[in-house]
């Protein structure tokens, strides 16, 4: 039976840190994971760093940031050009990367073998202390390399902790690199779905964001036009006419 401490941060809602988004969807259920999906280049990364970076600066939470696609230096300086001071807090132990970049190099050199990688996965959900964010960044290239059974073992972890601990908790994954059915199970079992898709059709990084599914959330903004800019992703209050 939950305590009436872990059943009070399941009820409440939680900043992005985006304030025009919060003012369109109330915020998002404390505790939750979320299915972040989108093309490369379409800002469900950027998404997942702004909101992750801004609540950890106003002191809301600390941050793990589980790197698997790209090394931590590459995701620092992006950070860092977005006029981000990833580096303070860094240095206030309020950021951490855990480097599974340097692990699946590894893995490829025939240096190490992938007992590695699913040891730093699979240790996630048990690191996670209360008042810690989280993002895997991204599922890609662990859905390539580990048992199904094993990953969703795993996730059924990640949920168990949020739901304990608080906070929100971020999957990325590139749209159109895995079969249909994976991606299906994994947003059945996650808390939200948001999808993020650019409109051709338009000259500058102009899109959507959809709110597939967001629990306890019935009646939020389901689509919810962006922009991104040199300072991030920035919502409009505004769809575009082409």
Known sequence: MA???QTARQVAKVSTGIDTMDRMIGGIPNGSVILLTGRPGSGFDIFAQQTLFNSARDGNCKVLYATVDRPPEDIETEMTSRKWDIQSLMADKKWSFLDAYSIRSNERKGVSGKKYLLDSFTG???SLQVGTWSAIDTLTYLLESLEYATFMGVL???IRSAREKGGLHYLLLVQGLQEQKVVTSIAHMADGLINFKLDPE???AYG???IVKLRMAHHVTR?????ITEGGLSIETVTRVT
Do not use: C, T
Request: negative net charge; glycine residues 0%; charged residues 25%.
């Open 202 to 204: 338009q000259a500058e």
């Open 208 to 210: 959507n964001l959809r």
């Open 156 to 158: 059924d972890e990640l």
């Open 223 to 227: 689509l919810i036009p962006y922009r």
């Open 3 to 5: 305590s009436n401490s």
């Open 124 to 126: 996630i959900p048990s």
